[in-house]
């Protein structure tokens, strides 16, 4: 299996996250490869966001949290890491499509512009790079200076995936990107990821098992211990752990035994 | 035979509450029709009385001539138009940079550094409650806080500048409360969307979150340049009431809502006075008409319908 030996694009070791005396996450530790689609499961409330909002220290920005343990990429501390740059080489797609009340162009070249980049011309050029990458450019290529809320959910949310790509992360997070869309626009969503991965380490969280299985290549398991913190139950190779998993817990959730 | 019975006589007493529910409500409807029927009355009566007095003695003439002074009343208004015009300017600009900057500190920046320090959240709660009572004080009051202070104290004399000063004390609270309402009504997720970009927090304040806020913050300027506008005593004490045009920002001058107050209560032109009062009015209906026109256009860009 050559993804197995991709590198380690995360290491995370013994990831504590705790909001005020309330333990979200507890000891987590996990190797995330690079250029791979690693997806998050787990019931309702076992801390699956908490983890994926930990790669890009979002949580930083919620009053009360506090992380201990640690996260490296690409061998550095993400806490070594100047926040803006590790942001942006760190894409995040949230569970909502939230597009920015601008434009689709200014929508797209809104990262970009904060970094300081004016040329027109070059703006120009990334905002339909990205848009191809997020497979929109066709759709929008004609209204690209009309509102961006005046575009459909799933168009939204490719849209804000483009958003991402325009400041070329080397690493995208998901938190349930096609939970609040329609199954077509789900299908296209997970169409776009499969195309990513070849240059773009994708983590995503999700609540649909199919989902998981067709289209990750690792899969991790959440759940939550009787103090409700979330903890890693089985992490490895997506067919392994839907084919023969090694814990009992997790073949019951995957069979729908519970969460 | 005792069930049936029982069931018969909780239908009809279920029937008789039903009458009386539906009583009351006939009842309370009429009510509410009453109360507003009579509130917009009163509100057309004052104004169709000020209108019916004031627009005889207007036309041009009254719109372009200078006041004369003294207690006949003679001459029009013209320089009181002009003055107003500097003084909300002057106020305005004094007041939206302060007000917003308070409202944006106080939203983006007081919960992280309230949490830091004892002391700085003693500050902003103190900071929050002054604007509350700010908010309830008396415009007298901020003008004798003003001739005090601008007037004699920092030697400003009456002048658009101390009045200016003093109406922005006034007009404060109203532009810090309704720039946070406007602030806080921003969804979280424009501010983790432009954050997760890497955008620093100071672009993001300036260019998604206050961008989305501009309807509501505007909606607070324009309410702050009609209680500019209509303010009579604070200016009173601050602004002087010359009735010559102000030449620098250190002269006194005179106020619309100045001139009817001066014309009433110290001449006999009692009809000037209704007519300079029927062109406050007409001022502030088309300002409110400016808000909703204003109000509704930045909210359909900000929420991208058209």
Same mark, same amino acid.
């Given at each position: ?26 000891? *987590? ?6 250029? /791979? =689609? ?26 009360? *949290? ?17 926040? *803006? ?31 300081g980049l004016k040329s027109m011309t070059d703006l120009e050029e990334i905002v339909e790079r990205s848009l191809r990458q997020a497979a929109l450019w066709d759709e929008v290529k004609d209204t690209l200076h009309k509102s ?24 995208? +997070? ?10 077509? !626009? ?15 380490? =994708? ?9 998981? /299985? ?46 | ?80 138009? *002009?003055?107003? +015009? ?8 004094? !007041?939206?940079? +302060? ?21 700085? !959240? ?72 432009? +954050? ?22 505007v909606t607070g300027i324009v309410l702050s340049v009609g209680r500019i506008i209509s303010e009579t005593a604070i200016f009173w004490v601050t602004l002087g009431g010359s009735y010559h045009l102000p030449k620098s920002i ?57």
């Amino acid at each position: 299996m050559s993804i197995e030996q991709n590198h380690s694009k995360f290491v995370v070791k013994d990831l504590d996250v705790q909001y005020d005396d309330f333990r979200a996450l507890k000891e *987590v530790t996990i190797d995330i490869r690079a250029n /791979a =689609i690693t997806s998050i499961i787990g019931p309702s409330g076992c801390g699956k966001s908490t983890f994926l909002r930990a790669f890009n220290r979002m949580n930083d920005l919620i009053p009360n *949290v506090s992380t201990h343990g640690s996260i490296q990429k690409d061998g550095m501390d993400i806490c070594d890491h100047d926040i *803006v740059e590790l942001r942006k080489s760190v894409g995040m797609i949230f569970q909502r499509p939230n597009p920015f009340p601008k434009t689709i162009f200014d929508n797209i070249a809104y990262g970009p512009r904060a970094h300081g980049l004016k040329s027109m011309t070059d703006l120009e050029e990334i905002v339909e790079r990205s848009l191809r990458q997020a497979a929109l450019w066709d759709e929008v290529k004609d209204t690209l200076h009309k509102s961006a809320l005046a575009i459909s959910g799933g168009q939204q949310q490719r849209l804000c995936i483009a958003r991402a790509l325009a400041v070329e992360p080397d690493v995208l +997070l998901m938190d349930e990107p096609a939970s609040a869309l329609d199954p077509i !626009a789900t299908l296209k969503i997970e169409e776009l990821i499969q195309n990513l991965r070849k240059d773009i380490t =994708i983590i995503i969280v999700t609540h649909n098992m199919q989902q998981a /299985a067709r289209a990750s290549d690792f899969t991790v398991f959440f759940n939550m211990d009787k103090d409700r913190a979330g903890y890693l139950v089985e992490f490895g190779e997506t067919t392994k752990v839907f084919t023969t998993p090694e814990k009992k817990l997790t073949e019951d959730y995957i069979s729908g035994r519970f969460g | 035979m005792t069930t049936e019975v029982e069931s018969i006589l909780s239908q009809a007493k279920n029937k008789r509450h039903l009458k009386r529910q539906k009583t009351i409500q006939t009842f309370g409807f009429i009510l509410v029709w009453v109360c507003g029927v009579l509130a917009v009355a009163a509100v057309l009566w004052i104004i169709g009385y000020v209108l019916s007095q004031g627009l005889p003695v207007i036309n041009l003439e009254f719109l372009t001539t200078r006041p004369a002074g003294g207690v006949s009343g003679e001459g029009g208004m013209s320089t009181t138009i *002009v003055t107003t +015009l500097y003084l909300v300017i002057l106020t305005i600009v004094i !007041a939206t940079p +302060l007000g917003l900057g308070a409202a944006i500190y106080l939203v983006e920046y007081a919960g992280d550094a309230s949490r830091e320090s004892r002391f700085i !959240a003693l500050l902003v709660k103190a900071a929050r409650t002054g604007v509350e009572i700010l908010a309830g004080v008396p415009s007298i009051i901020f003008g004798l806080f003003g001739f005090a202070l601008f007037v004699s104290y920092m030697k400003l004399g009456f002048s658009l500048l101390s009045a200016a000063l003093s109406g922005a004390a006034l007009v404060l609270p109203t532009i810090i409360r309704t720039s946070e309402e406007a602030l806080l009504t921003v969804p979280r997720s424009y501010r983790e969307g432009s +954050l997760s970009l890497g955008a620093t927090k100071g672009y993001t304040i300036f260019n998604v979150v206050l961008p989305s806020a501009l309807p509501g913050i505007v909606t607070g300027i324009v309410l702050s340049v009609g209680r500019i506008i209509s303010e009579t005593a604070i200016f009173w004490v601050t602004l002087g009431g010359s009735y010559h045009l102000p030449k620098s920002i250190m002269n006194s001058g005179r106020t619309m809502a100045l001139h009817v107050f001066m014309l009433a209560s110290e001449t006999r032109a009692f009809d000037k006075a209704m007519g300079t009062a029927s062109i406050l009015i007409i001022t502030i209906i088309l300002l409110n008409l400016i808000i909703n026109f204003i109000s509704r256009r930045l909210t359909a860009r900000v929420t991208g319908k058209k």
